[in-house]
């Protein structure tokens, strides 16, 4: 396997299996020019992720795959963006979306449901897309979402924790 090193500004020197880097053919979306990234896990007990660009040391965002607060997420892809990523019927995907959290607010974070991350998990290529449907949006409440569906989480949940984690290694 080959590796390659990145020098983030958030996490130090990361060491990364060049099969885990994952292709934008067009960026993302205010990025364009930024194609190569990873996914890093930092903690395993978290749902959240960081989408590391092997570009730009200092650009990072946190992300999560939806299925962890709305399991019935189902966005449609259309044509065009299956056609760019090389998706059929079989084809396994990932999907992320972007996660916005407010600074010391972590109960007020939000999730990009109308721009998600589609990923090719055969070819490891990657898209933003956007998603037309009006049960969707670009904040949607990740905390509401969780209260919602789980009445356990009105008691409490450890993602406002992890997220605030999240939200402090953004911030170094």
């Not at 990145?6 to 194609?35: C, K, M, N, Q």
């Not at 990523?85 to 995907?93: E, N, R």
């Not at 607010?105 to 990657?126: D, S």
């Amino acid at each position: 396997m080959t590796k390659t090193c990145i020098d983030s500004t958030r996490f130090g020197r990361i060491e990364v299996d060049e099969e885990a880097v994952i292709t934008f053919s067009e960026g993302l979306f205010g990025f364009e020019g930024y194609r190569r990234f990873v996914v890093l896990c930092l903690d395993e007990k978290s749902p959240f992720r960081w989408l590391q660009s092997m570009e730009e040391p200092g650009l990072a965002f946190v992300v999560i795959e939806p299925r962890h607060f709305m399991p019935d997420y189902a966005p449609t892809i259309s044509d065009a963006d299956a056609e760019a990523l090389g998706l059929d019927a079989d084809t396994p995907t990932l999907t992320f979306v972007i996660v916005t959290i407010p600074p010391g607010k972590p109960e007020q974070m939000t999730a990009n449901l109308m721009g998600p991350i589609i990923i090719n998990a055969v070819t490891r290529t990657a898209r933003q897309v956007v998603v037309e449907d009006d049960c969707y949006s670009t904040k949607h409440s990740i905390l509401q979402e969780l209260m919602k569906r789980q009445p356990e989480a009105r008691e409490g949940t450890d993602a406002g924790t992890h997220a605030q984690s999240e939200s402090e290694h953004r911030n170094r």
